[in-house]
Nanobody, 130 residues
């Protein structure tokens, strides 16, 4: 069971990037997914999350209106579309998964940034230049 985050890179302020989270060895339809980031010298913070039902995705206040999370069940992928990037978005972004048996979709939606995740993927670095 693995999660692989990809799509990071260098972007200019105001630019866009799309991150991908691939699930290997399990179906994302059985898991709730969260995106997290950790900037240098800072604690990890939740960015966005989507339940297995894909209803009511959540966003951190700092990215609302700029980031969009989505899931493609056919490809077993979750995406994080990041637009209007700011230098403060610079961080290592990771995706994480927690199974539906631990939380229902409604339970997950109320605590997705503090949930106990079962699997974490290696992060991808996003650097936004000013």
């Amino acid at each position: 069971v693995q999660l692989q985050a990809s799509g990071g890179g260098l972007a200019q302020s105001g630019g866009s990037l799309r991150l991908s989270c691939a699930a290997l060895g399990f179906s994302l339809d059985d898991f709730h997914i969260g995106w997290f980031r950790q900037a240098p010298g800072k604690e990890r913070e939740g960015v966005s999350c989507i339940s297995r039902s894909s209803m009511s995705p959540s966003y951190a206040d700092s990215v609302k209106g700029r980031f969009t999370i989505s899931k493609d069940s056919a490809k077993n992928m979750v995406y994080l579309q990041m637009s209007s990037l700011k230098p403060e978005d610079t961080a290592v972004y990771s995706c994480a998964a927690v199974g539906f048996r631990r939380y229902s979709s409604s339970q997950f939606n109320t605590r997705c940034f503090t949930a106990g995740y079962d699997y974490w993927g290696r992060g991808t670095l996003v650097t936004v230049s000013s």
